[in-house]
């Protein structure tokens, strides 16, 4: 087991939201905590479940996933900055591209239990469990044509998992590897979420633009929303407050009522290239964070609040990979060149 302490904590000042003059040129604020990785990190995730104690958190390589668990300094005042303990390394057969957790994965009951899945290049998902000690298993689920682009389990009993693919589905498997229901769609689908309470109900964003919902009883669509433009690249639940929706879409993002109307309420330019990635915060229904692609200058991260009409954090990060939220701080993290950064919003 290895422990990484890190006590760099960053105190830049955070972008003056009543400014607007601001630029995507500002240079931004560092990270406020940083891990130091072996590799470069394609994919990081909090796991949005109470799982113990410290927040769990993998991250994924080329051919390895890293499993730990993280303490901050502002949950425990003995932490200075972050503490990241490695609980367990699993060996991947290729770079890992997905990752999602299950909520069975805990750390205080007898026998722990760590279980997620993944997805990689050769459009297989993989189920991984393991008690830390000596039973580890990895089930292969095969069925996918194409790039799998979002994972994620059901998130009451964690006994599904939902995909979405290049190859124009969504797919619904349990945890033997039977695919137990596929939903057709136009376009590639990019991201999948489940309701946080009612397990018959999957949201699919497709590239194109549409974001439908589904209930899993009739297999039908039962809403649907348009961004109103393409490329749509990532969208999100807020889990906090279901009627919200949000996504980004060519430079932008765009939020939805879905109890006012099929289109966005709110829409803003985030990045100067593509955007990539829109998370919600888990311990705030009016934040969200945004990326642009890895490699292009827009690649920071950016973290909004509703209530403000500029971004109210700029990170400086300019390449990044996967983004996620701490479930109980107001705090996310990316991946990097050999690093996790981690950024603390300071509302």
């Not at 005042?77 to 805990?106: I, N």
């Not at 390449?319 to 060149?337: Q, Y």
Request: glycine residues 6%; aromatic residues 8%; negative net charge.
């Amino acid at each position: 087991m290895q422990v990484v302490k890190s006590n760099q904590r960053v105190n830049t000042p955070d972008i003056n939201i009543t400014n607007n003059t601001f630029s995507m040129e500002d240079s931004g604020r560092g990270a406020s905590y940083t891990v130091p990785c072996d590799d470069y990190v394609h994919v990081v995730e909090f796991s949005p479940f109470d799982s113990g104690s410290a927040a769990l958190l993998a991250y994924g390589g080329n051919q390895y996933v890293v499993v730990g668990t993280c303490r901050f300094q502002e949950e425990d005042m003995e932490v200075e900055g972050v503490e990241f303990t490695t609980l367990r390394v699993f060996h991947h057969a290729l770079r890992v591209d997905c990752l999602a957790w299950s909520p069975e994965s805990r750390l205080d009951k007898l026998p722990q239990l760590i279980r997620f899945c993944t997805a990689a290049a050769d459009r297989k998902v993989r189920l991984l469990t393991s008690d830390l000690q000596n039973q580890h298993e990895v089930k292969v689920m095969e069925g996918h044509t194409s790039y799998i682009n979002h994972l994620v389990f059901e998130p009451t009993e964690g006994k599904q998992i939902a995909s979405v693919s290049d190859d124009h589905t969504c797919r619904v498997w349990d945890l033997e590897g039977n695919e137990t229901t596929t939903f057709r769609l136009r376009s590639p689908g990019v991201s999948v979420c489940w309701h946080p309470e009612d397990a018959f109900k999957l949201m699919v964003a497709e590239k194109k633009g549409t974001i439908r919902f589904y209930d899993l009883v009739t297999q039908q669509a039962i809403l649907s929303l348009d961004c109103g433009q393409s490329p749509l690249m990532s969208a999100d639940w807020c889990l906090s407050n279901t009627i919200k929706v949000g996504a980004v879409t060519g430079s932008d993002w765009v939020i939805w009522d879905i109890t006012r109307s099929s289109y966005p309420q709110e829409k803003r330019p985030a990045h100067v290239e593509r955007a990539g990635n829109f998370r919600w915060s888990r311990v705030n229904e009016n934040l969200f964070s945004t990326t642009g692609c890895p490699g292009k200058i827009s690649s920071q991260l950016l973290v909004h609040h509703l209530g403000h009409p500029q971004p109210v954090m700029i990170g400086s990060a300019t390449v990044g990979a996967g983004l996620s939220w701490h479930r109980s701080l107001p705090l996310c993290v990316i991946g990097g060149d050999r690093k996790l950064s981690f950024w603390m919003t300071e509302m």
